[in-house]
Each structure stands twice: as structure tokens, then as C-alpha cells.
């Protein structure tokens, strides 16, 4: 008998499982809103927004190529042209992704689900006929929205999400955005780069709370340059529409405060999305974090459901997401397959990008772990000398006793590329001499990851540190 | 958490069982594996252990009453206050609790040793309606990085999971401890060494696929019994490793016979009866000491022969659920009469299925009486790690030429298979003869050599 399944949601993650579960041979039928698989990152979220981020990049590159000898004057930004550029990105990739359904012989349903049970789901389609389907299984990958302020809730084209700031619909004078963390510092990039004066409030003391100080260090320096202004300890207290904006009040180190903006970004996070569509009549639960209950196997407390991506806890992240798919359906194929990754990598695509994977320098002190941690400046670094951008670090943390790389983080233009190998060295847990013994191209800013390897067991060649052995 | 402990699935065609002896109270704090009742189910008595620490909550059976499997018999509260404390102590290291729920549901071993004797059943979890990896940790919330855990690379990481092996019991022979999937490997292997002494001298040699029967005719399968499975793999691991001769001999027991029959007919109010297989194991008392390398096991890790100082014999008995053998203990120190009081007993609660599992190990020596049957000759098969099985047939009335004519006397077949490794062809002979003699010149027992 086939397995029948459905997978409630087409983001990364469901989409994903619903794939991997037609390869495996089952009968999957995947329901989400769109009229293509994408979900929030695909329409609304990490696709759009790197496009977007891109041409920031070539913006700010080209203003740095004065420095070169080049000048490039003003640029004329037609934002029509620009946002139909970023649409037909997502179209091209929603449509290949609905694509690889039909190939699939998925069933697509563009619509809704909700659980009359267990095992039974409501259908109800873009045309509003409902239908009551069963099904052997289920994954559920409805993902995660923005968060919202407690207090802050106003109503008002002026006060954006990052989906509402993704839209483009202009580049406002003044941008306030509420909350340093990374969709806050990426949307704020690209506007701030198309002409916004930006400025950004975060609660905590630093930019990107919980990422090492060192790699968030280098992306503060330029974000100052670019932003107007950057309050730390700071929190909105009130917004109040006004004629021509948002009127904010605010609280921090200076007291409080009052400013107006033309538009305003809240980005303070994403919550799960978990309501809604019926998991009270199944034996799902939701854990005091609002993220459902899963096993290692993705398996719910209703031994029918799975749950994957944002909607099953932190990092939530579309690779996290899709990874989860390849478990769940694993699991639901009967195999002992269990979601224990050794490095889940994290990326900031702000300029300069930050990324990292597997143990953090924090996270090490805050265990009183055994490591030793090294760094390699960009300043030493050919490659990066000749990108005119030597405001870069790479750094690993390694287990003192064995030289096992447990983790690595990067900062500078092309982390986010960079990182991968760094999630391999710690999947595959090897030491630093295998990092370094391996030959890296030159001149690339891979050597930055060799080098700074070549760290643990002395010196690297292009720098020289204090030794402390 | 209020969990329902339930009789769990023994083995196939075990469907229910008396409850013999409640071991505990409501309001009783008990231990993972504690015992909660006894159950008796066709073959013997079992404990049925707790799966989990907690209180008892609800007993929901009463002593006498008949259960089937998959019944609830007690409701414990994990989450009871005071063992709180410990567990989460216990939860704060998901290596460990994969490794305890890893081990929860290991299959019973199985002791090639002996036939099936349901030894320890070990705690399951009442089965969700999927099928599900026996208790998963929680993760959920935060992923788990397997910082500090095992070192190994992902796809040795799963060949683990797929092996049923906790990836962070492996040693690594790697540069900094790295697991490789030869470790891996190795890890399996010392594991299945470990768990019921399975000899490396299993057959390596490829077994071919069943033809499919139902070309010729019509076939009907039935699955085996777990008697008949334990029995195929006990005799197929003996018949693997045992290098078999089989001695047959014949024995003149008219004398004996008559002996035999005077006692019993003297004796009937007693209740004892003096059976052939009795009078066998007393001379095999006396016969085992005068050849101790029948009384033995050979160890080939070792290169050596294990002489055993006691001589419990194991008496195999014919019940309908197959071959159960149970042992009677320290033969040399028993009289014939209590010898024959105790197999008669132990051979009536084999077949009642009142018999325990240790009854069912530690023989030393096995006698197979196909007597009550009938047939001449059979070449019994040893049960390992023994080294001698003596088998006997049904005595008939033979013409013997005896003092120039033939007279009819009553004779015994004996046929004696023997571990080839641990005694010769000559050895065989005169153990056999003197098994003979003594049966025919019981004096000679008293005799000194």
C-alpha cells in the first residue's frame, strides 16, 4: 500500500519533504496558499531579499571604485524596474519549483488545510471548495511570521514588515527599524544603500545579540558609516501615526526620546505558525515557546503528524527546514534516521557578511569549555587586499586536547560562501591539521579558513600572533 | 506523566498468561526494570519489569487472573514529585537516555545453549500506532549540536543509527578519536560477542534463498512457535560447531529389567517409579567421574577443555509445544530413588509448562530416551557448549548366542554422540562400554578400578 501523505505548507521545508517523499516512491499531496511552491522564503523572504541585497552590494561597490580609480556617478535607481527585476527572480524560481512538482507528480493544492483529525485534513482550495481528504501521514511546515511588538501594534502602510519593506514601494527619506538582529541589518542595507537614512534600534547591547562580538565588530564598524544611527539599550515605547509619518518614542541610554520617521521596519523576530488550522483536534502539542513538540525524528506527540522547519523551533532557518524534510520522511519511510547535524551554519548577507557554524566563542566561554580559539586577520590576507575590503576575520574553535574543529566563524564579503567548509570540518570532525594540510587556491579567501587552522599547531605564513603555548 | 505499563509481546502465539504474584503496591515508588507482577505464559514464569522510574499508581489486575498481551496491568506517574528530582539529572544527557531506551528494547538473547526459556523480558513501550524508534530523545526546541559528542562524520553517524549502535559507546582509532566506520563495525561485532556468547564459529557460508515451493503444488506456511525457532537455532549453532561421531552399543538389561519391575510393583504405594532413564543417570553419575572429559566443554578462544565439577544432567522431554530439556542437578549426590522423584518431576512441570527458566540451563550431560516411543538407533545431536548426549531406544527381546544357544534377552540400544574434538573414537567406545557393563553388571559400580 502507498503511503499516502500530505505536507502543509510548500516553503523549503515542505516543499523539500514533499520531493524526497515522491522520489521515495509516495503519494504526497502538498497544500500552500501560492500558486507555487516558495513559501515565505522563496516569495517573501531570503530570495527577494539577497536580490535586493545584491544590487546593494553593486551600489556600494561601485561608490568604492573612486578609490580605484573609477568613478561612477550617482546612480539613477528606477525602483519599478528594479522591484519588476526582484519579482521576476522570484517567479523564475517559485515556477521552477512548481515545476519540479508537476515532474514529481505531486499533488498540488493551492489553498488551505486544516485537521479535522488525525489522519483527516479539510482542504478547502483557491476557489473556495472544501473537500475532507485522509491521509496515512502528515508534515506539518507552515513556517513562522513576523513577530510583532507587544504594544506596538498600529495600523499603517508607514509601519512595515519585511514583507512590506520587500515590496519596495519607495525608498523613504528616514527609516526607522526596530530590531538589530539580521532581517533588521539586511533590510536596513538595502535601504539605507537605495537612499533611506537609516536608523536602527535594538533592546541589547550589541548589534546581532548572541553572535561572537569579534565577527559582529566588523560589520559595526561599516554599518556605521552607513546607518545615520545605531541605539543600542534602546526600546520603542510608543508609534504614532502622523500626517506625513510615524512619530516614535523611544527609551535608552539618553532617556527617552521622541523622533519622527517617514517609514518604519519592525523586525523583532519570527513566531511560529501554529494556529489556525486545527492541531487542538489532534494530539499535537505546543511547547511553552510556541514552537510544536517534535521528536528526534520530527515526529509529533500524534505518532501520524510530523513537523518540520520554523514551526518546530530555532534556528529558523530554510536549510534548517529542508535538512528537517530529509528526516521526517526518512522517518516516515520507516528508516532510523534522527535530525542530529554537528553544525547548523548561520549567515548575515549585510556587507560585510558574517557566518558561522557549529560552537561559538560565546557559547564555548558560556560552558567553560576547553578550547583554543584563533583568528586570522583579512588584513593579512592577499585575496582580500586585492577586493580593497581587508575588514574581514576568520576564526575556529578548537578542542585544546585533540585539535578538533568544533567551530568556525567568518566575517567579510563572500562568508557566506565561505562557510560551508567550515560546516564539513565539523561534521566530519576534523582536526586542524586536516584543515591546513589541505591545499587551498591562491589567492582566495579561502586561505583565510587554512590559515587560520595553521593557527592551533603554530604559526599561519601570513600572520603572526603572540604565542601563548 | 501517567504511563500505562502493559504485558508486553513475549513471542509468537503467546496471546495471554496468569497473573501469578503482584509484586508491588499502588503508592510504590519503583525503578526502571523492577519487577511489577510475575506472568506465566505457556513456557514459564516471567517478570514483567517496570519501563520507567516512577509511583504506582493503578493496579489494574488481581493475582489469579488470566491477562492477554498488550493488556494494561499497572499506570505508573513518571512525573511523581519526588523522583523529579533525579530524573532530570537522568534527561540532562540525551547520549545517555538514547543509549538506556537503546538497550530498553533489545531483543531477549538468545542462548544457543539451551531451548527457548524466556529468561527476562525486557520493558517495551506500548506501541504507538506507528511504528516508531524506540523512545526518542526530545529534542525539539533548540537542534542538537552534536558538539562534544561522537566524532564521527555524518554518514558513519547513520551507519550507526542503522546498526542500532549509540554512535558515542564507539571508540575511535582515528586521530583525535575519530570514529571511522571500521570502528563502527569492530564496535558491532565486540557487541554481538558480548551479548550470548554467538561462538565466531558460526558457518560463514552463504545460505541460498528458499525456491519458490508453490511452483509444484499448493504450500501453506505457518510461522514457528518460539520453541521451534529457539530449538532451529540451538541445534543449527550445535550441529555448526559440534564436530559429531555417534557410538551405538547395545545393553543386555534383562537382569536390570527385572530388578526394575520387583521395585516398582514393591514400591507402587510410594509413588515412585524407578525408570530406565533413572538407573541411567545414577550410572552416568559414577560413569562421568571415571570419564570426566565427557563432563566437559571445549573452549577454542582459549585452546582449552573446561573439565566442569558437577554433573547435572538435562533429560530431554517431548511436549507438545516441541523439545524442552530441564536439568537435574548434582546427580552424583542423589540416590536412584530421589533421582527418579525428581525427573519424574521436573519432566511433569516441563509439560505442565510449570517449569522454570533456570531449570532449562547449566546441564553438563544430556539423556534423550526415545523409549517410550519406539525405533532402534538415532544419532541425537549435542546440545553445546556440552560435549556428549547419550540417546537411548525403546529395549526389545533379542535372541543372544549365549553359552551355545541363543536365548532371548532383553536389549537396550544406546547410541552416544559425541563432540569429536574432545574425546576420540576409543574413548567413545569405552565410555560407551562401560556404560553397558554397569547397566548389565551393576555390582561393578561398587567395585573399585
Same mark, same amino acid.
Given at each position: 500500500?502507498?503511503t499516502q501523505?500530505?505536507?502543509?505548507?510548500?516553503?523549503?521545508?515542505g516543499?523539500?519533504a514533499?520531493?524526497?517523499?515522491?522520489?521515495?516512491?509516495?503519494?504526497?499531496?502538498l497544500?500552500?496558499?501560492?500558486?507555487?511552491?516558495?513559501?515565505v522564503c522563496?516569495?517573501?523572504?531570503?530570495?527577494?531579499s539577497?536580490?535586493?541585497l545584491?544590487?546593494?552590494?553593486?551600489?556600494?561597490?561601485?561608490n568604492?571604485?573612486k578609490?580605484?580609480?573609477i568613478?561612477?556617478?550617482?546612480?539613477?535607481?528606477?525602483?519599478d524596474?528594479?522591484?519588476?527585476w526582484k519579482?521576476?527572480?522570484?517567479?523564475?524560481l517559485t515556477g521552477?519549483?512548481?515545476?519540479?512538482?508537476?515532474?514529481?507528480?505531486?499533488?498540488?493544492?493551492?489553498?488551505?488545510a486544516r485537521?479535522?483529525d488525525?489522519?483527516?485534513?479539510?482542504?478547502?482550495?483557491v476557489s473556495k471548495?472544501?473537500?475532507?481528504?485522509?491521509?496515512?501521514?502528515?508534515i506539518?511546515?507552515?513556517?513562522?511570521?513576523?513577530?510583532?511588538?507587544?504594544?506596538?501594534?498600529?495600523d499603517?502602510?508607514?509601519?512595515?514588515?519585511?514583507?512590506?519593506?520587500?515590496?519596495?514601494?519607495?525608498?523613504?527619506?528616514?527609516?526607522?527599524?526596530?530590531?538589530?538582529?539580521y532581517?533588521?541589518?539586511?533590510m536596513?542595507?538595502v535601504?539605507?544603500?537605495?537612499?533611506s537614512?537609516?536608523?536602527?534600534?535594538?533592546m541589547t547591547?550589541?548589534?546581532?545579540?548572541?553572535?561572537?562580538?569579534?565577527?559582529?565588530?566588523?560589520?559595526a564598524?561599516?554599518?556605521?558609516?552607513?546607518f545615520?544611527?545605531?541605539?543600542?539599550n534602546?526600546?520603542v515605547?510608543e508609534?504614532?501615526?502622523?500626517?506625513?509619518?510615524?512619530?516614535v518614542?523611544?527609551?535608552?541610554?539618553a532617556?527617552k526620546?521622541?523622533?519622527?520617521f517617514?517609514?518604519?521596519?519592525i523586525?523583532?523576530?519570527?513566531?511560529?505558525?501554529?494556529?489556525?488550522?486545527?492541531?487542538? #483536534?489532534?494530539?499535537?502539542?505546543?511547547?511553552?515557546?510556541?514552537?510544536?513538540?517534535?521528536?528526534?525524528?520530527r515526529?509529533?506527540?500524534?505518532?501520524?503528524i510530523f513537523?518540520?522547519?520554523?514551526?518546530?523551533?530555532?534556528?529558523?532557518?530554510?536549510h534548517?527546514?529542508s535538512h528537517?524534510?530529509?528526516?521526517?520522511?526518512?522517518?516516515?519511510?520507516g528508516?532510523k534516521?534522527v535530525?542530529?547535524?554537528?553544525?547548523?551554519?548561520?549567515?548575515?548577507?549585510?556587507d560585510?557578511?558574517?557566518a558561522?557554524?557549529?560552537?561559538?566563542?560565546?557559547?564555548a566561554?558560556r560552558? #567553560?569549555?576547553?578550547?583554543?580559539?584563533?583568528?586570522?586577520?583579512w588584513?593579512?590576507?592577499?585575496?582580500?587586499?586585492?577586493?580593497?575590503?581587508?575588514d574581514?576575520?576568520?576564526?575556529?574553535?578548537?578542542?585544546r586536547?585533540?585539535?578538533?574543529?568544533?567551530?568556525?566563524?567568518i566575517?567579510?564579503?563572500?562568508?557566506?560562501?565561505?562557510?560551508?567548509e567550515g560546516?564539513?570540518?565539523?561534521?566530519?570532525?576534523?582536526?586542524?591539521?586536516d584543515?591546513?594540510?589541505?591545499?587551498?587556491?591562491?589567492?582566495?579567501?579561502?586561505?583565510?579558513?587554512?590559515?587560520?587552522?595553521e593557527?592551533?599547531?603554530?604559526?599561519s605564513?601570513?600572520?603572526?600572533?603572540?604565542?601563548?603555548? | 506523566?501517567?504511563?500505562d505499563v502493559?504485558?508486553?509481546d513475549?513471542?509468537?502465539?503467546?496471546?495471554?498468561?496468569?497473573?501469578?504474584?503482584i509484586?508491588?503496591?499502588?503508592?510504590?515508588?519503583v525503578?526502571?526494570?523492577?519487577?511489577?507482577?510475575?506472568?506465566e505464559?505457556d513456557?514459564?514464569?516471567?517478570?514483567i519489569?517496570?519501563p520507567?522510574?516512577?509511583?504506582?499508581?493503578?493496579?489494574?489486575?488481581?493475582?489469579?487472573?488470566t491477562?492477554?498481551?498488550?493488556?494494561?496491568?499497572?499506570?505508573?506517574?513518571?512525573?511523581a514529585?519526588?523522583?523529579?528530582?533525579?530524573?532530570?539529572?537522568?534527561?540532562?544527557?540525551?547520549?545517555?537516555?538514547?543509549?538506556?531506551?537503546?538497550?530498553k528494547?533489545?531483543?531477549?538473547?538468545?542462548?544457543?545453549?539451551?531451548?527457548k526459556?524466556?529468561?527476562?523480558?525486557?520493558?517495551?513501550?506500548?506501541?504507538?500506532?506507528?511504528?516508531?524508534e524506540?523512545?526518542l530523545p526530545?529534542?525539539?526546541?533548540?537542534?542538537?549540536?552534536?558538539?562534544?559528542?561522537?566524532? @564521527?562524520?555524518?554518514t558513519?553517524?547513520?551507519?550507526?543509527?542503522?546498526?542500532?549502535?549509540?554512535?558515542?559507546?564507539?571508540?575511535?582509532?582515528g586521530?583525535?578519536?575519530?570514529?571511522?566506520?571500521?570502528d563502527v563495525?569492530?564496535?558491532?561485532k565486540k557487541?554481538?560477542?558480548?551479548?550470548?556468547?554467538e561462538?565466531?564459529?558460526?558457518?560463514?557460508?552463504?545460505?541460498?534463498?528458499?525456491p519458490?515451493?508453490?511452483?509444484?503444488?499448493?504450500?501453506?506456511?505457518?510461522k514457528?512457535?518460539r520453541?521451534r525457532?529457539?530449538?532451529?537455532e540451538?541445534?543449527?549453532n550445535?550441529w555448526?560447531i559440534?564436530?559429531?561421531?555417534?557410538?551405538?552399543?547395545k545393553?543386555d538389561?534383562?537382569e536390570l529389567?527385572d530388578?526394575?519391575?520387583?521395585?516398582?510393583?514393591?514400591?507402587?504405594?510410594?509413588?515412585?517409579k524407578?525408570t530406565?532413564?533413572?538407573?541411567?543417570?545414577?550410572?552416568?553419575a559414577?560413569g562421568l567421574?571415571?570419564?570426566?572429559?565427557?563432563?566437559?566443554?571445549?573452549?577454542?578462544?582459549s585452546e582449552?577443555?573446561?573439565?566442569?565439577?558437577?554433573i547435572?544432567?538435562g533429560? @530431554?522431554?517431548d511436549?507438545?509445544?516441541?523439545l524442552?530439556?530441564?536439568v537435574?542437578?548434582?546427580?552424583?549426590k542423589?540416590?536412584?530413588?530421589?533421582?527418579?522423584?525428581?525427573?519424574?518431576?521436573?519432566?511433569?512441570r516441563?509439560r505442565?509448562?510449570?517449569?522454570?527458566?533456570?531449570?532449562?540451563?547449566?546441564?553438563?550431560?544430556t539423556?534423550?530416551?526415545?523409549g517410550?516411543i519406539?525405533?532402534?538407533?538415532?544419532?541425537?545431536?549435542?546440545?553445546?557448549?556440552?560435549?556428549?548426549?547419550?540417546?537411548v531406544?525403546?529395549?526389545?527381546?533379542?535372541?543372544?548366542?549365549?553359552?551355545?544357544q541363543?536365548?532371548?534377552?532383553?536389549?537396550?540400544?544406546?547410541s552416544?554422540?559425541?563432540?569429536?574434538?574432545?574425546?576420540?573414537?576409543a574413548?567413545a567406545?569405552r565410555?560407551?562400554?562401560?556404560?553397558?557393563e554397569?547397566?548389565?553388571q551393576p555390582?561393578?559400580?561398587?567395585?573399585?578400578?
Amino acid at each position: 500500500m502507498t503511503t499516502q501523505l500530505a505536507v502543509i505548507g510548500a516553503g523549503p521545508g515542505g516543499y523539500t519533504a514533499a520531493f524526497y517523499a515522491a522520489d521515495q516512491g509516495m503519494e504526497v499531496t502538498l497544500i500552500d496558499p501560492a500558486k507555487n511552491p516558495g513559501g515565505v522564503c522563496l516569495y517573501r523572504g531570503c530570495i527577494p531579499s539577497k536580490a535586493l541585497l545584491h544590487v546593494a552590494e553593486v551600489i556600494s561597490e561601485a561608490n568604492h571604485a573612486k578609490d580605484w580609480g573609477i568613478s561612477f556617478s550617482k546612480p539613477i535607481i528606477d525602483l519599478d524596474k528594479l522591484r519588476s527585476w526582484k519579482n521576476e527572480v522570484v517567479e523564475k524560481l517559485t515556477g521552477g519549483v512548481g515545476q519540479l512538482s508537476k515532474q514529481r507528480k505531486i499533488n498540488y493544492i493551492q489553498g488551505s488545510a486544516r485537521f479535522i483529525d488525525a489522519n483527516t485534513l479539510e482542504v478547502e482550495d483557491v476557489s473556495k471548495k472544501k473537500s475532507r481528504q485522509s491521509f496515512g501521514q502528515v508534515i506539518i511546515a507552515t513556517g513562522s511570521s513576523p513577530a510583532k511588538v507587544p504594544g506596538l501594534s498600529i495600523d499603517s502602510p508607514l509601519v512595515m514588515d519585511s514583507t512590506s519593506a520587500l515590496e519596495l514601494n519607495d525608498i523613504p527619506e528616514s527609516l526607522l527599524v526596530i530590531g538589530g538582529g539580521y532581517i533588521g541589518l539586511e533590510m536596513g542595507t538595502v535601504y539605507a544603500t537605495l537612499g533611506s537614512k537609516v536608523t536602527v534600534i535594538e533592546m541589547t547591547d550589541g548589534l546581532l545579540p548572541g553572535v561572537d562580538r569579534d565577527l559582529v565588530n566588523e560589520l559595526a564598524r561599516r554599518l556605521g558609516n552607513m546607518f545615520h544611527e545605531i541605539l543600542l539599550n534602546t526600546t520603542v515605547v510608543e508609534l504614532k501615526e502622523e500626517k506625513k509619518g510615524i512619530k516614535v518614542a523611544f527609551k535608552g541610554e539618553a532617556g527617552k526620546k521622541e523622533q519622527a520617521f517617514d517609514k518604519v521596519l519592525i523586525s523583532v523576530g519570527r513566531k511560529p505558525n501554529t494556529k489556525n488550522f486545527g492541531l487542538e #483536534n489532534t494530539k499535537v502539542l505546543i511547547n511553552e515557546k510556541g514552537f510544536i513538540q517534535v521528536d528526534g525524528q520530527r515526529r509529533t506527540k500524534e505518532p501520524a503528524i510530523f513537523a518540520i522547519g520554523d514551526v518546530v523551533g530555532e534556528p529558523m532557518l530554510a536549510h534548517k527546514a529542508s535538512h528537517e524534510a530529509f528526516v521526517a520522511v526518512d522517518a516516515i519511510a520507516g528508516k532510523k534516521t534522527v535530525f542530529e547535524p554537528a553544525a547548523i551554519p548561520a549567515v548575515v548577507f549585510t556587507d560585510p557578511e558574517i557566518a558561522w557554524c557549529g560552537l561559538t566563542e560565546t557559547e564555548a566561554k558560556r560552558k #567553560n569549555l576547553d578550547v583554543e580559539i584563533t583568528k586570522f586577520p583579512w588584513r593579512a590576507s592577499g585575496r582580500a587586499i586585492t577586493l580593497g575590503r581587508t575588514d574581514g576575520l576568520t576564526k575556529q574553535i578548537i578542542e585544546r586536547q585533540t585539535g578538533r574543529i568544533l567551530g568556525v566563524g567568518i566575517a567579510g564579503p563572500r562568508a557566506g560562501e565561505l562557510i560551508a567548509e567550515g560546516v564539513l570540518a565539523v561534521e566530519m570532525a576534523a582536526l586542524a591539521s586536516d584543515v591546513h594540510l589541505s591545499i587551498h587556491p591562491h589567492p582566495t579567501l579561502s586561505e583565510t579558513i587554512m590559515e587560520a587552522a595553521e593557527l592551533f599547531d603554530g604559526q599561519s605564513t601570513h600572520f603572526m600572533r603572540a604565542r601563548r603555548k | 506523566m501517567i504511563r500505562d505499563v502493559i504485558i508486553p509481546d513475549i513471542g509468537e502465539n503467546i496471546e495471554k498468561g496468569d497473573v501469578i504474584e503482584i509484586r508491588v503496591s499502588e503508592g510504590d515508588i519503583v525503578e526502571v526494570d523492577q519487577p511489577l507482577i510475575e506472568f506465566e505464559t505457556d513456557k514459564a514464569v516471567v517478570d514483567i519489569p517496570s519501563p520507567s522510574k516512577g509511583r504506582v499508581v493503578k493496579i489494574l489486575v488481581s493475582k489469579g487472573e488470566t491477562i492477554k498481551v498488550g493488556q494494561v496491568i499497572v499506570q505508573i506517574d513518571t512525573d511523581a514529585a519526588d523522583i523529579l528530582q533525579t530524573k532530570k539529572k537522568e534527561e540532562s544527557k540525551p547520549s545517555k537516555r538514547e543509549s538506556a531506551s537503546e538497550a530498553k528494547t533489545q531483543p531477549i538473547p538468545i542462548r544457543a545453549e539451551q531451548p527457548k526459556k524466556v529468561e527476562k523480558i525486557v520493558a517495551v513501550e506500548k506501541p504507538p500506532v506507528v511504528k516508531a524508534e524506540p523512545a526518542l530523545p526530545d529534542i525539539g526546541i533548540e537542534p542538537v549540536l552534536a558538539i562534544f559528542a561522537a566524532a @564521527a562524520s555524518p554518514t558513519v553517524r547513520r551507519l550507526a543509527r542503522e546498526l542500532g549502535v549509540d554512535i558515542n559507546q564507539v571508540s575511535g582509532s582515528g586521530p583525535g578519536g575519530r570514529i571511522s566506520e571500521d570502528d563502527v563495525k569492530a564496535h558491532v561485532k565486540k557487541l554481538v560477542l558480548q551479548k550470548g556468547g554467538e561462538p565466531a564459529a558460526i558457518t560463514t557460508t552463504r545460505v541460498p534463498a528458499l525456491p519458490d515451493l508453490s511452483k509444484w503444488g499448493e504450500i501453506k506456511r505457518e510461522k514457528l512457535s518460539r520453541v521451534r525457532q529457539l530449538i532451529s537455532e540451538s541445534v543449527s549453532n550445535s550441529w555448526s560447531i559440534v564436530p559429531h561421531v555417534t557410538q551405538f552399543d547395545k545393553a543386555d538389561i534383562t537382569e536390570l529389567e527385572d530388578f526394575r519391575n520387583n521395585f516398582n510393583r514393591k514400591n507402587q504405594k510410594s509413588g515412585i517409579k524407578l525408570t530406565v532413564t533413572a538407573v541411567l543417570m545414577k550410572v552416568l553419575a559414577q560413569g562421568l567421574k571415571e570419564f570426566p572429559r565427557f563432563n566437559a566443554s571445549i573452549d577454542p578462544a582459549s585452546e582449552s577443555i573446561i573439565y566442569r565439577n558437577y554433573i547435572h544432567i538435562g533429560i @530431554a522431554v517431548d511436549t507438545e509445544r516441541g523439545l524442552l530439556v530441564p536439568v537435574v542437578r548434582d546427580i552424583d549426590k542423589k540416590s536412584i530413588v530421589d533421582l527418579a522423584r525428581d525427573l519424574n518431576d521436573v519432566a511433569q512441570r516441563t509439560r505442565d509448562k510449570s517449569v522454570r527458566p533456570d531449570e532449562l540451563e547449566g546441564g553438563t550431560f544430556t539423556i534423550s530416551n526415545q523409549g517410550g516411543i519406539g525405533g532402534v538407533d538415532f544419532t541425537p545431536i549435542v546440545l553445546w557448549p556440552q560435549v556428549a548426549i547419550l540417546g537411548v531406544s525403546r529395549s526389545s527381546m533379542q535372541p543372544v548366542f549365549i553359552n551355545g544357544q541363543f536365548e532371548p534377552r532383553l536389549i537396550l540400544p544406546l547410541s552416544l554422540s559425541y563432540d569429536h574434538r574432545a574425546n576420540d573414537g576409543a574413548d567413545a567406545a569405552r565410555f560407551l562400554r562401560w556404560i553397558v557393563e554397569a547397566l548389565e553388571q551393576p555390582l561393578m559400580l561398587y567395585v573399585d578400578k
